[in-house]
């Protein structure tokens, strides 16, 4: 089945940085790249997404780039604010027969954003 | 639209017992998802029901189970519980056939003592 590694498990940075969180994935049949955003208390909520078809994708202050050949996706978060702080996941979807898609996801990464 | 509405928000429960957990989907949607969610395992897949059928089940043992009735909304159920148990249970549901996009509800918390 499907494997995803995320990087890093914790990253804090100062308000207006930048941040990257980078993910793998094992099976190359895999197609479509969500990422979530997890705040306390709630369930995770989609940010942005990637097909297999596209490199990069780009909304706001989030992007999203896709490299197949080396199977690993990064999200970048410019000019960070506090209400950026948030477990995010990145995860990988793949045909699982009988009609079935299934997501995996990777373990997460906290990120806090120093004001 | 009203979200994916999960009932019970907090559960509190002891080894041997066994736990039902509803969801309710966003109108519409015919597929919804179950996660368990751990700090140690971050969120592991359990089952997806698409048009009442399950379509994918994770790797769980048989004590975890689920259904999906007509009108979309699913109940999950947890029998002789084990330590192990304690965590948020996660419902998805999403709009099309391919699990993509999921609105996820804000969870069941289910202690097990």
């Known amino acids: 089945g499907e494997n995803v590694e995320q990087h890093p498990s914790t990253l804090s940075v100062q308000e207006g940085d930048s941040a990257v969180i980078k993910c793998t994935y094992s099976?190359?049949?895999?197609?479509?790249f969500p990422w979530y955003k997890q705040e306390l208390g709630k369930g995770p909520q989609l940010i942005i997404d990637?097909?297999?078809?596209?490199g990069e994708k780009k909304d706001q202050r989030i992007a999203v780039t896709l490299n197949k050949t080396a199977k690993h996706f990064s999200l970048h978060i410019t000019e960070t604010q506090p209400e950026d702080s948030a477990v995010y996941f990145c995860?990988?979807?793949?045909?699982?027969?009988?009609?079935?898609?299934?997501?995996?996801f990777g373990k997460g990464t906290k990120l806090s954003v120093i004001p | 639209k009203a979200g994916v509405t999960q009932t019970p928000r907090y559960l509190i429960k002891t080894r041997g017992q066994q736990v039902t957990l509803s969801c309710s989907p966003i109108?519409?949607?015919?597929?919804v998802s179950w996660y368990q969610q751990t700090p140690g395992q971050g969120l592991q897949f359990l089952f997806e029901?698409?048009?009442?059928?399950?379509?994918n089940k994770g790797n769980f043992p048989g004590r975890f189970s689920g259904r999906q009735f007509s009108n979309s909304r699913s109940e999950m159920n947890v029998s002789t519980l084990e330590l192990g148990d304690s965590a948020l249970y996660l419902c998805?549901?999403?709009?099309?056939?391919?699990?993509?996009?999921?609105?996820f509800g804000s969870g069941t918390q289910l202690s097990v003592l």
């Open positions: 998805a549901s999403s709009p099309g056939t391919m699990n993509e996009k999921l609105f």
């Open positions: 099976d190359s049949a895999s197609n479509y």
């Open positions: 990637i097909r297999s078809n596209v």
């Open positions: 995860a990988a979807t793949a045909y699982s027969g009988a009609g079935s898609y299934q997501l995996t």
């Open positions: 109108s519409g949607h015919r597929s």
């Open positions: 029901y698409f048009s009442e059928t399950q379509r």
